[in-house]
């Protein structure tokens, strides 16, 4: 059949001539194409360092917004420079192609130049915190579980440990303390950890293989990237820090956690004396000792503590006789000795126990003792 219809084609006259080729005007147009695609890309890269300028300046949303606004200038730049935009030719296509070409050129070089190495809009990142409690004897316990110091079984320093990350560079790490009180201790450098000394903290948590493993995998994270600083918690109560990481922009965030320091008074010289027949006191021999009925009994403590006994906000006297279950309130006496004298315990038996409650209501008890009153 086509065989035959171009017979017929070719009997009635028709011949196929393709239009004439406009060298001239196909040169034009690429040329007027180039161009425009060159001060698009141009245009962009202007753009992109203007959004720069904002960013820096701390402004990054209004770098968004002008690099986006501005890509309905360039239906005026391109006449401006030279480029032929009444033409027929020049389509919606052209136009949808320049603003393609323009937003990709823009947010691609601005969001480069945002970056390291060219800039560092990331702040650092205090990413967690482990506190160990140092004893006495220079041994390290993991405080984490629940952020608990007793002084006076674990010793009178607590490290803290921060975990700082940067996308570039951690500069400089600091800590500010403040006491239970409400003092602020300064501000003051932390140092970068070393790897024997991590060691040496988790050395009674991890005393086995797998748990060894997980500190190394610990180290191999964050290893370059802890700081230590240590404080001597001499007061009981809640103790404040504020830890700081700064990257080598100056661009820095802070992280803050706290310790609750438990540091029981210690009581000590506890002396029960009854008094004689001739009324001067003597000691009561044993427990269950036999006093007399009417016979006055003295008890004598001494109770030291890091700080304060007395305590201004408690009703109460701070150091208790209980007896039988109840309180009685001693009196204070020269130093740290306090003291109490009664006479009024009926026939029979009884319990003696000193109580001293002292900052931040926490308590210590004293030794038993039981006496028979006859």
Known sequence: MAKKKRKDEAEDGYEFKPDEFDRTEFLR????????????????LVMAL???????????????????????FLRHLFPMLGVDTSSDTFKAKNWLSSVAVYLFTWIAVWILLVNPPFMDMGTPGVEKFEVFGLDADGNYTILNNTNDLNLFSRGETAVIVAFVVDNVEVAEVHIEVEDPTGNILGTSPMTSIQRDDYDLYHRYEHQITENQAILDSMWDIYG??????????????????????????????TARGSIRVTNPAVVSNTEFWRETSTGVYASLPAQGAGVGNGAKLL??????????????SLELPDVFLVVDGVERAMEKDVGNQWRIIFNDLE????????????????????????ITIN
Not at 50 to 72: D, E, F, K, R, Y
Not at 301 to 312: A, E
Not at 355 to 365: A, D, G
């Open 29 to 44: 147009r690429e040329f007027r194409d180039a161009k425009a695609a060159y001060i698009t890309i141009g245009y962009a």
């Open 50 to 72: 203007a959004s720069l300028g904002l960013t820096h300046a701390g402004q990054p949303h209004l770098g968004i917004i002008l690099g986006i606004l501005a890509v309905l």
């Open 224 to 253: 370059d990237k802890m700081f230590v600083s240590s404080v001597d918690c001499v007061l009981s109560g809640e103790w404040k820090y504020e830890v700081t990481g700064k990257d080598t922009q100056g661009l820095e965030s």
């Open 299 to 312: 008890v004598n403590v001494t109770v030291t503590d890091n700080q304060p006994i007395d305590y201004p």
């Open 347 to 370: 026939l029979g038996s009884h319990t003696l126990q000193v109580l001293v409650v002292n900052y931040h209501i926490h308590q210590t008890l004293g030794p038993l003792m039981d």
